[in-house]
């Protein structure tokens, strides 16, 4: 069974960094893509970063380029997202997704993990 | 604003059909980027519903079907049941973007 398991959320002052994770079980982890995909409250899902299964080749969001980076560890099945210069816009429920497909699609979600920026 | 325009809600009484468009551009739909669709039931993570246009994943009924032409997409929804009350976003590629891109979500509600 495929699970995916974000932690590392919390509350964060503006300006302030935070590192998220995504542990990932029961598929081989390198062998897929993945993302992250954010939903302020009350509002849809945005895009924000994603990674070939190899680590190579990360990109993003307009929104978040520059300040966000995506990485993966595949020894550990493991995603990460490090988010710098937090802004209180960023406040989202942040998910991570597996992708599948040549025009990739998010086959498998995790529950989210909610990143609040605030003073 | 969405690089992908869905209307922001439908409604049905159970047992109608319903239909939620995605409008996109050149440089998604219009492109041949597949579209997917997700269903967001309140308070849970989004669920793929349709992917590559028109397949359903194991376990979505064959009351949900989809199709994709030019620059816009559809989904529709047959027989509305209760259980159908949710958010639905399509998704698709864009290539003046360089990411993946949603539409803004299409509240469905069952009357």
């Known amino acids: 069974e495929v699970q995916l398991l974000e932690s590392g959320g919390g509350l964060v002052q503006p300006g302030g960094s935070l590192r998220l994770s995504c542990a990932a079980s029961?598929?081989?982890?390198?062998?897929?893509?993945m993302s992250w995909v954010r939903q302020a409250p009350g509002k849809g899902l945005e895009w924000v970063s994603g990674?070939?299964?190899?680590?190579?080749?990360?990109y993003y969001a307009e929104s978040v380029k520059g300040r966000f980076t995506i990485s993966r560890d595949n020894s550990k099945n493991t995603l990460f997202l490090q988010m710098n210069s937090l802004r209180a816009e960023d406040t989202a429920i942040y998910y991570c997704?597996?992708?599948?497909?040549?025009?990739?699609?998010?086959?498998?979600w995790g529950q989210g993990d909610l990143v609040t920026v605030s003073s | 604003q969405s690089v992908l325009t869905q209307p922001p809600s439908v409604s049905g009484a159970p047992g109608q059909r319903v239909t939620i468009s995605c409008t996109g551009s050149?440089?998604?739909?219009?492109?041949?980027?597949?579209v997917h669709w997700y269903q967001q039931l309140p308070e849970t993570a989004p669920k793929l519903l349709i992917y590559?246009?028109?397949n359903r994943p194991s376990g979505v009924p064959d009351r949900f079907s989809a199709s994709r032409s030019g620059t816009s997409a559809s989904l529709a929804i047959s027989g509305l049941q209760a259980e159908d009350e949710a958010d639905y976003y399509c998704?698709?590629?864009?290539?003046?973007?360089?990411?993946?891109?949603f539409g803004a979500g299409t509240q469905v509600t069952v009357l």
């Open positions: 997704a597996r992708v599948s497909g040549g025009n990739s699609y998010h086959t498998y």
């Open positions: 029961g598929f081989i982890f390198s062998s897929y893509a």
């Open positions: 990674i070939t299964g190899s680590g190579g080749s990360p």
């Open positions: 050149r440089s998604n739909i219009g492109a041949g980027y597949d």
């Open positions: 590559a246009n028109t």
């Open positions: 998704q698709s590629y864009d290539s003046s973007l360089n990411g993946y891109v």
